[in-house]
């Protein structure tokens, strides 16, 4: 089974050093146990572009779909064999990035 594990900010580029330290660190760890699959930061939401194309021509909007105090910064996606080891894995990814995270299973 699959997860995605959001990191939830409220600031961009917010990671200190020793953030960024823990962060590979944890990342190398969870590859080493075989749940890694994919990961990666986001830029800030001003950059996002907003995309309805439900009508006869695509609206393109600029800046983020939501306007909120937080926001998806980054995201893990973990190969785990149940939610209980997902829930781990994002445990300790929540203390090595120092933000809150999201765990939901992919469908």
Request: hydrophobic residues 45%; glycine residues 8%; aromatic residues 12%.
């Amino acid at each position: 089974m699959q997860y995605f594990v959001s990191v939830i900010d409220d600031r961009t580029n917010s990671a200190t050093s020793d953030e960024m330290a823990a962060i590979t660190a944890f990342n190398d760890g969870v590859r080493a146990a075989g749940h890694w699959v994919f990961a990666g930061g986001l830029s800030s939401p001003t950059t996002a572009t907003v995309i309805d194309n439900r009508g006869g021509e695509p609206l393109f909007t600029d800046g983020p779909f939501v306007e909120s105090k937080e926001y998806l910064a980054g995201f893990w996606i973990f190969e785990a064999p149940d939610l209980d080891v997902a829930l781990k894995l994002a445990a300790d990814g929540s203390k090595a990035c120092n933000r809150k995270v999201e765990v939901r299973p992919f469908l």
